[in-house]
């Protein structure tokens, strides 16, 4: 595979995979209509990968945009980060996570189909999991209705990419990534909350900044050794190598759709991961136990066996690298 198109590449978890497809030598084309990012990134991408890539700046929504890149370009692949991801906005504007995470994805379809461009990674969740009961969960865990109508858009994006598939000469890899956090080493790239982040590594980062007064940790009575919840953090750098590694294995699979957890496979306490921050910075968190936040699931982690095995990757990064390189980000951002 050589040209690879990125949908949402500019964003935080796309930047980073241009970063790694850039530097094993695929040609990378990104569409991105700055929705959540800044076009200064494109340059720092091109300053850590030392090579260039073309952007498009559209909406994966605009037929006639996309029908002028698959025009222009011959693909081998397809990465398809372009998304709203907030879990509260999609509560109060489900239409909008609707019409952008569905027909976005409807009408990334139906041009690659035109087109006959058949290898397609999809940016899923763990989500889709819900609240499971059995840890970790594998790709055969049960999918739970969801909380909210974000976690619905991944949901029905898996599932309209398995009933496309069925009667086509199309392959799709599914990844659910559990929870991405840190940045690039180099302290280039990593991500650009809009606002009051709602995630727990920007706020720790922001308020070791003093850009937050403090951190409220949510909830400190649940059944976890310390009574905070548990989640699997995975190195976005970690996590963008995965994408490398599920287009060569999606070009030369013999089924159609597949799926895989991307997570370290270890869980960590939301104190652990204070404690991880404060350690390897050398800072003092201001941070204070509140009451539980309405939505949070008790505990999850994955089972990476699979994704181990078959794609042979795993994370190489632990707890302590992702607090380095998310604060390494945070300073950085305010030189
Ligand atoms: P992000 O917001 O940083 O990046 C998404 C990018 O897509 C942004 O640059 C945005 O401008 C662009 N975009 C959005 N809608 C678009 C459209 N219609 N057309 C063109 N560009 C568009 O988000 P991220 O954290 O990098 O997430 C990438 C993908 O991974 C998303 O699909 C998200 O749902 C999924 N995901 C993220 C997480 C997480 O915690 N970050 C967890 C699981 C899954
Ligand atoms: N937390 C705090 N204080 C904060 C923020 C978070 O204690 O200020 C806690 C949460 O209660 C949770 C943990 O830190 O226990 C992680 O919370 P995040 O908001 O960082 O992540 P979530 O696991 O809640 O959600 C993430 C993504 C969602 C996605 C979900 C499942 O943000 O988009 O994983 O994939 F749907």
Not at 87 to 102: F, I, R, T
Not at 107 to 135: P, Q, R, W
Not at 262 to 267: E, F, N, S, Y
Request: with cysteine; proline share 3%; aromatic share 8%.
């Amino acid at each position: 595979m050589k040209k690879i198109l990125v949908t949402g590449g500019l964003g935080y978890i796309g930047s980073h995979t241009v970063v790694e497809l850039l530097s094993v030598g695929f040609d990378v084309v990104v569409i991105d209509n700055l929705n959540n990012s800044k076009e200064e990134v494109k340059a720092r991408i091109e300053d850590i990968a030392g090579r260039n890539f073309e952007l498009c700046i559209g909406d994966v929504n605009d037929a006639a945009t996309l029908e002028a890149l698959f025009v222009k370009h011959t693909f081998d692949g397809v990465i398809h980060f372009a998304a709203h991801k907030a879990v509260g906005e999609s509560v109060d504007n489900p239409v909008m996570y609707y019409q952008n995470n569905v027909s976005g994805l409807i009408s990334l379809l139906s041009t690659m189909e035109k087109h006959k461009v058949s290898n397609l990674i999809f940016s899923s969740s763990c989500t889709v999991y819900g609240a499971a009961t059995d840890l970790p969960v594998t790709e055969k865990t049960l999918i739970q209705k969801a909380e909210s109508p974000y976690g619905t858009t991944k949901i029905l994006g898996e599932d309209i990419i398995n009933d496309f598939a069925k009667h086509k000469e199309f392959k799709s890899i599914l990844l659910r990534y559990f929870n991405p956090v840190g940045a690039h080493p180099s302290a280039k790239i990593g991500e650009l909350p809009l606002g009051v982040p709602n995630n727990l590594v920007p706020y720790i980062t922001q308020t070791a900044a003093g850009i937050r007064e403090q951190l409220t940790v949510f909830g400190e009575d649940y059944n976890t050794e310390d009574g905070t919840c548990i989640r699997d953090y995975i190195h976005v750098v970690d996590l963008a190598k995965a994408h490398v590694k599920a287009l060569t294995y999606c070009q030369d699979m013999s089924h159609n759709v597949d799926v895989f957890n991307v997570g370290t496979g270890k869980g960590n306490t939301v104190l652990e991961v204070i404690r991880a921050f404060e350690k390897v910075n050398g800072v003092k968190l201001n941070y204070k136990i509140g009451p539980r936040r309405g939505g949070d699931i008790e505990q999850i982690y994955a089972d990476t066996s699979k994704v181990n095995a078959l794609l042979g990757w795993s994370a190489q990064y632990d707890i302590a690298d992702m607090m380095q390189h998310a604060w390494a980000w945070q300073q950085g951002l305010q030189d």
